[in-house]
């Protein structure tokens, strides 16, 4: 059974930092790209990150310069490290296994976490 277990969110000041993980199990991690969203209260879930098998990035224009995906096989684990943090990026965030089809779309998600809030103040 396959299971994801997003950590590291939390409340932090405008302009500051959070990291994010991800733990995986269940299946072999390697061979997949994995993908983060969030979903803000009374919005739909957005695409916010993807990482490759072989470590490729792709990354929503409005968190690009500012956040870092990156993944460790050795731990099964995919992380999104955060800076430069605004109260607009406040939202419930998910890690997600890519299944086949557009890397930005929901539905090409198989598994997903049950998210981890992140609250930045202004």
């Known amino acids: 059974q396959e299971q994801l277990v997003e950590s590291g969110g939390g409340l932090v000041q405008g302009g500051g930092s959070l990291r994010l993980s991800c733990a995986t199990s269940?299946?072999?991690?390697?061979?997949?790209?994995m993908g983060w969203f969030r979903q803000a209260p009374g919005k739909e879930r957005e695409f916010v990150a993807y990482?490759?098998?072989?470590?490729?990035?792709i990354y929503s224009d409005s968190v690009k310069g500012r956040f870092t995906i990156s993944r460790d096989n050795a731990k099964n684990t995919v992380h999104l490290q955060m800076n430069s943090l605004k109260p607009e990026d406040t939202a419930v965030y998910y890690c997600?296994?890519?299944?086949?089809?557009?890397?930005?779309?929901?539905?090409?998600?198989?598994?997903w976490g049950q998210g981890t809030q992140v609250t930045v103040s202004a």
């Open positions: 997600a296994t890519h299944d086949a089809g557009a890397y930005y779309a929901r539905e090409s998600f198989r598994s």
């Open positions: 269940g299946f072999t991690f390697s061979i997949y790209a």
């Open positions: 990482i490759s098998r072989s470590g490729e990035v």
